[in-house]
């Protein structure tokens, strides 16, 4: 009987503490719903303030980069309405592998004319600087992902 009262108690406070994980999970995901709220033009304007703070922009910088900034969060926003769309869909159009090929082409070319117009903006000590905070971002991104992961092969 107490072999039976201990393993009652040891499963109701496992319970306790998945539910508390639950919790955690959909207040960050209310945290990024209310993020992704923001327009094109604040997010923009919000990442140039974080760039002049990070970077120590001047006034030409900060202005030349706030309308690479805008530019790249109207492609962002067009982009999560498009998918948006497709995801609402009775049946989600599935890419071939050559319009898949042709979208990640895309998005490096992008990627290789933004660094390019960065590189122009920026002097050397601040274009290092952006370069490791990216690659910052980019760690934080992939840890995030395989934290996800195992989340999911927890909850099966």
Known sequence: MKKILIIAIALIGLQGIAQEKGKEGKRQH????QKMDLTAEQMATLKTKKMTLA???TASQQSQIQAL????S???KAMMAERKANKNNEKPKKLTSEERY???LARLDSQIAEKAKMQKILNKDQFEKFEKMKKNIKKQG????QNKRKGE???R
Do not use: A, F, V
């Open 30 to 33: 209310n945290k990024h719903h």
């Open 55 to 57: 970077l120590d922009l």
């Open 69 to 72: 900034n805008l530019e790249k």
């Open 74 to 76: 109207t492609k962002r």
């Open 102 to 104: 042709d979208k990640l």
């Open 142 to 145: 992939k840890r995030q992902m």
């Open 153 to 155: 092969h927890r909850n």
